[in-house]
């Protein structure tokens, strides 16, 4: 246990874990903070006046098979932010640590590494290489300090993914003191390429992934951890501190999205391919620059730099004036001002009705 409490906060090593006896049936209560009434009603299920097993085994399983991985390597949680969280909580010690984040990537993982305290350093994907990342930069960037460096394939907002030789470097990379998190949450929602785990090139890494994206559950918040086990029961130990766990039927919710989905998620799988080789030739055709081809996620990140160098401001009077909602490129790092972000989690009819307004506004901005 000693180098987990070197590199996990010894703090949080220390904390208590909470365990409820009624998860151990065997036992007569006398100490019952719930109610003893079950909820009336006919689709009541026995147990939700109890609180929840918070790692219920069943659903631990399968979430390991899927990675190849012991039961005792996960852990599950409300979402996959609920991760990046409790993660820059267990490494990054206030004014003391850095996290390395290469936007234009998730947002979160800056918000969370600043709210712990922690240095943010950027290792910036460029526009100008195709928004690749490039691993001798984040050699260049790492310090002492750095515990952790957040990667994220398919990415957010480029849907790019990370080439197999990157990981391989990026995996070489990882060290005593280095942790890779590797955010796979739009694993599966990839079209004419293939994801890649970092588990395949290391074990010396956390996994973020949820339940949000690969199957629509986004209001469920369901999303789970995969460490080395040694972390594991550190991080538990926060995690049930403050917020005990998912909610009971969201873990059953879980399990049925598991077991019974997979045709449901292929279907949708096509459909975002659809749209997605609907839209990337109509934002070319309309002005924007796509330069490297999305091949997962369900976003296009468009250059918008003829029209305006500013994204928010572009974006807003896009809302404004053509009734249509876009991301404005700031918001993923100041790398990506003057991109836009377009998501395509809509139906075909609805991108063609926003592609033409955008059309039109965009055409009487040049005119
Ligand atoms: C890359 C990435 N990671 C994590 C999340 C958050 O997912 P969850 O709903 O599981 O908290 C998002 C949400 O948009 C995301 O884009």
Known sequence: MSWVTELARADIVALR???????????????????????SGRDAREGLNRYPQPQPRALLERL??????????????????????????????????????????????????RIQGAAVIEVPLLAEHGFALDE??????????????????????????????????????????????????????VYE?????????TDHAFVINGFSKLYAMTGWRLGYLIAPPEFVRPIQKMQQNLFISANDFVQWAGIAAL??????VEAMVRTYDQRRRFLL????????????????AFYILANARRFSDDSYSLAMDILEKARVAVTPGIDFGSNAEGFIRFSY???????????????????????
């Open 17 to 39: 874990v909470y365990e409820h006896a009624a998860w151990r049936p065997e036992l007569q209560r006398l100490h019952a903070n719930e109610l003893p009434w079950d909820p």
């Open 64 to 113: 390991a098979e899927l990675y190849g991985v012991s039961p005792a390597s996960v852990l599950l949680g409300r979402g996959s932010d609920e991760a990046i969280d409790l993660l820059c909580r267990a490494f990054c010690r206030a004014g003391m640590d850095a996290a390395l984040v290469c936007p234009p990537t998730f947002g979160m993982y800056s918000v969370s590494a």
């Open 136 to 189: 001798q930069q984040v050699l260049e960037r790492c310090t002492a300090r750095t515990k952790l460096l957040f990667l994220c394939s398919p990415n957010n907002p480029t849907g790019n993914l990370l080439e197999p030789e990157t990981m391989e470097e990026i995996a070489a990379l990882a060290r005593k003191g280095l942790y890779v998190v590797s955010d796979e949450i739009y694993h599966g929602l």
């Open 193 to 201: 390429s293939k994801e890649h785990s970092i588990l395949e090139f």
């Open 259 to 264: 077991e019974e989905a997979s045709e449901e």
């Open 281 to 296: 030739p109509r934002l070319r055709e309309i002005g924007l620059g796509v330069a490297v081809e999305p091949h997962g």
């Open 345 to 367: 989690a809509n139906d075909l009819k609805q991108l063609e009705k926003g592609v033409q307004r955008l059309a039109d506004y965009l055409s009487r901005l040049q005119g």
